[in-house]
Nanobody, 118 residues
Framework: QVQLVESGGGLVQAGGSLRLSCAAS????????MGWYRQAPGKQRELVAA???????NYADSVKGRFTISRDNAKNTVYLQMNSLKPEDTAVYYC????????????WGQGTQVTVSS
């Protein structure tokens, strides 16, 4: 079982910044990718950003140029730097880890609330 500990959420005004962190416990499998998803009330969970073990990144169009994902492989930690936040970024943000053969392992964090006021 992998534990994901998220931190960094909170309340910020539009235009502000937040940095999310997610630390994964030691795994028995190779981590292929780490990422952040978000879910706003009444909406489906969506990918925000992901980064692979080779440091290849993928971003949702809505956050490109504003959010940056990075990872520290030695610490099994992934970060999401969020700048120029907008009210529509308000959501619960979830950390995700995928690993093993064909991503057979798929773990989620408990979620952290990000609220952006106008």
């Amino acid at each position: 079982q992998v534990q994901l500990v998220e931190s960094g959420g909170g309340l910020v005004q539009a235009g502000g910044s937040l940095r999310l962190s997610c630390a994964a416990s030691k795994t028995s499998f190779n981590i292929n990718s780490m990422g952040w998803y978000r879910q706003a009330p009444g909406k489906q969970r969506e990918l925000v950003a992901a980064i692979t073990s080779a440091d290849s990144t993928n971003y949702a169009d809505s956050v490109k140029g504003r959010f940056t994902i990075s990872r520290d492989n030695a610490k099994n930690t992934v970060y999401l730097q969020m700048n120029s936040l907008k009210p529509e970024d308000t959501a619960v943000y979830y950390c995700n880890v995928k690993g093993g053969f064909r991503d057979r392992y798929d773990y989620w964090g408990q979620g952290t609330q990000v609220t952006v006021s106008s």
